[in-house]
């Protein structure tokens, strides 16, 4: 295994399909084994259903392994297991009928146990009893808290690290709540941060709390070797909010029809026409990369970015929509030639739908 950082889009595509995605491949199958054995029927087939449709997320996080050096596959076999918490938990909330911010936050207060190595474990399901998943939440927490001990960077990290998870936090929590609510509650979320992003709009902030990016590249980093304070904020700076803000928008964006149809919230809808659309995705893109360019292995961080237009614009929801397959390929220009050999070459990164 190489343990240099691709540098251009060829070799990222190369080696992820050969090295990083196999990997993520084969942890989730072994969670979805350990999913299998959970005594509750409807929980048991929750779990097992929620890996198999979100398997897209685990080996996008995967790539970042790169990043990780020697550590590749202790990095990976965290973020799988911290990927498959957030959607697991995303699958309870949805398939909740009482809004309860007090039980969305229970049960992802496992996310920030995943972080915290030698502290007690929370009470997950205390407002949902009786609830039996089997120890599967627990087990998923012990490999994080297992896995991410033995980083020679996490020490000096963990502090950005479960700040960018409570952000992740709190959005999972005012997403889920009752439909009324969300709206004023995020706006006030936003009012309460804005200091970390005054340039942004509410739900663009939204977004920009609401990936798990940035968190994965810390890890990743955290994985290879010790950093500094300074070198860890600058890190988290760089993928939080903008370029997660850029990344949760392009998933909203290819959710669009799909969202009105369900009444459900989406954030695209908030700008004024298709070219405020742009014009903000082109704001939130340039201040993007004015801090990847900053920092180490920069020219894998903008290929980074720039992959995120063609994993979610070759959506086939898009191509199934006159009307935004015509604003994607605006869209698909700002990510210049790297974003369209991806996008050519879609074949690795085939996002299930």
């Not at 509750?40 to 392994?65: M, N, P, V, Y």
């Not at 804005?194 to 709390?209: Q, V």
Request: net charge neutral; with cysteine; proline share 4%.
């Amino acid at each position: 295994m190489s343990t240099t950082v691709p540098s251009n889009s060829l070799q990222i595509l190369l080696r992820a399909s050969k090295e990083t995605i196999p990997k993520a491949r084969q942890h989730l199958k072994d969670w979805k084994e350990v999913g299998n054995q959970i005594p509750d029927k409807e929980i048991r087939e929750q779990a097992t259903w929620t890996i198999s449709d979100k398997t897209f997320h685990c080996e996008g996080g995967s790539i970042l392994g790169f990043l990780a050096g020697e550590n590749q596959d202790a990095y990976i076999k965290f973020m799988v297991a911290y990927q498959s918490i957030c959607d697991y938990l995303d699958t309870l909330c949805d398939k909740n009928d009482r809004h309860n911010q007090d039980d969305f936050r229970s049960i992802h207060h496992a996310l920030l146990d995943s972080l915290s190595p030698g502290e007690p474990f929370y009470d997950y399901y205390e407002h949902r009893q009786p609830f039996d998943d089997g120890g599967y939440l627990k087990k998923l927490v012990t490999t994080c808290r297992e896995t991410i001990e033995t980083f020679p960077g996490f020490a000096t990290m963990q502090e950005d690290m479960k700040e960018v998870s409570q952000f992740y936090i709190d959005f999972q929590v005012y997403k889920h709540v009752e439909k009324s609510l969300r709206e004023p509650l995020l706006m006030h979320f936003y009012e309460t941060n804005k200091h970390l992003a005054p340039s942004m709009r509410w739900y663009e902030f939204a977004c920009g709390t609401a990936s798990t990016l940035g968190l994965y590249c810390l890890a990743a980093y955290a994985a290879k070797g010790i950093r500094t304070k300074e070198e860890s904020k600058q890190i988290k700076e760089a993928y939080f909010p903008w370029l997660q803000g850029l990344h949760i928008m392009l998933d909203y964006f290819i959710d669009q029809e799909e969202d009105r149809a369900e009444d459900e919230m989406n954030f695209t809808n908030y700008y004024e026409n298709r070219d405020d659309l742009v014009k903000r995705v082109q704001l939130l893109d340039q201040e993007a990369t004015t801090r990847l360019k900053k920092l180490p292995d920069a020219s894998f961080h903008l290929l980074i970015k720039r992959g995120l237009y063609a994993i979610y614009l070759a959506d086939s929801k898009v191509k199934a929509n006159p009307r935004m397959q015509k604003d994607a390929k605006v869209l698909l220009k700002l990510g210049g030639m790297p974003a369209k050999f991806f996008y050519y070459n879609k074949w690795m990164f085939k996002r299930k739908t």
